[in-house]
């Protein structure tokens, strides 16, 4: 097998063609057909089904160890060039949309800054859906709600965020600074849908202390839900950084007691050796939330380490 080979095949895979895999690569479909051939006589295995235009199981095995070779062999380039003070490459990071919003302006300020060579590509998704990306060598790091329960993740926390209610001025709920579980379960709010796992969370700790949170709607998007709070359609139940950076407006914060607080924290595939891209990436993400996470209420830093 060569890495050449390799490529080709997650080129198949990933665009279900040979003709799509042929344009990608900007070569012609023939060369395409020539090297899955060469590389399933050297497997002894059939890698492509040609008729679901898919991975085999065999081809899923090849595929996945292919693409870790792909990220050792870009890491190799990587490593090399920051040992030349020269600290390059492309790094992909997948961040959770509430962090999102506060947390990307400055990391990509920041990396300007002190690695101008460095190229960040951002993905704006779900804990669910970044953690599969990490699995597959798609993402270099992840900003996720803990915990990510899955061998082949490793995962440290950035910071814990207390659980408020954003309510809109006049609603009664505005006139507190904290309510407790209880007193919130007489009251409508917004919430995500069940089976989310922040609203998982928020149904166990209710159940702890026998209440049913009564909701006004289901929103699917936690940064919807915010919107929809921080114009003044209703009361919405959020993790405390999605208020984080709004320009004060007619609303209000409102710490909610008994919620157990949401953990947000740094994650990667703990298969492989991070290079230096995404190693310097992660020590900018952690200064950052240190910077950010101290001075914004309801928010604290659990991350002691020193500035890039």
Sequence with gaps: MDLRQLDVLLAVAEHQSFSAAARALHTVQSNVSAHIAQLEREAG????????RCLTPEGQVVADRARRIQLEMRAISDDLGAMQANL???????VIGTTARWLVPRLLDE?????PLLEVIVLDATTTSLVPLLIENRLD???VNLPVDDPDIDTEDLFSEDRVVIAPAGHELADRDRIDLVDLARHEVLLPPRGTAFRDEVDTDA?????????????DGLRLLASLA????APALLPASAAHGVLQGDWHSVKVDRLSARIVGLARNRRTVPA???RALGE??????????AAQPYIHTVDTRPAP
């Design 45 to 52: 295995a059939v890698l492509i089904d040609r008729a679901r």
């Design 141 to 143: 790091l992840a900003v």
């Design 207 to 219: 159940r702890r202390v026998h209440v049913e949170l009564r909701c006004r709607a289901e929103i």
């Design 230 to 233: 921080f114009s003044g359609f």
């Design 284 to 293: 900018t993400i952690r200064w950052i939330v240190r910077q950010e996470a």
């Design 111 to 115: 990396t300007s800054r002190l690695h």
């Design 276 to 278: 230096a891209p995404p």
């Design 88 to 94: 390059s490459g492309t790094v992909t990071v997948g």
